[in-house]
């Protein structure tokens, strides 16, 4: 069983930076690939990036390509999001999320969430 624990969030100003981290306990850390998503009322949860449990593989969302940076460090068993230039429309609950294989994760093979942190961009 792996359990997950999201921190970093708060609050940035429009063109900031801000790293969310995930930090994963259990075993088996290195055989999943993690990856982040995002939700805001009234909204279903989004995908934003996934990373392979080796680190190699990564993919983004359109709308944050370019602009967020996904990786991991798994002598820390740890996730990161760097998320820069920040946008108003950024606002929203992250979740960091394990999936059911080694190669990606979606809404589809969520395996096991983190409890999410909130991330506040001010304009």
């Known amino acids: 069983q792996v359990q997950l624990g999201e921190s970093g969030g708060g609050l940035v100003q429009a063109g900031g930076s801000l790293r969310l981290s995930c930090a994963a306990s259990g075993r088996t850390f290195n055989r999943y690939a993690m990856g982040w998503f995002r939700q805001v009322p009234g909204k279903e949860r989004e995908f934003v990036a996934a990373?392979?449990?080796?680190?190699?593989?990564?993919s983004y969302a359109d709308s944050v390509k370019g602009v967020f940076t996904i990786s991991r460090d798994n002598t820390k068993n740890t996730v990161y999001l760097q998320m820069n230039s920040r946008k108003p429309e950024d606002k929203a609950v992250y979740y960091c999320a394990v999936g059911s294989n080694s190669g990606s994760v979606r809404m589809g093979n969520v395996e096991v969430w983190g409890q999410g942190t909130l991330v506040t961009v001010s304009s």
């Open positions: 990373i392979s449990w080796i680190g190699i593989s990564t």
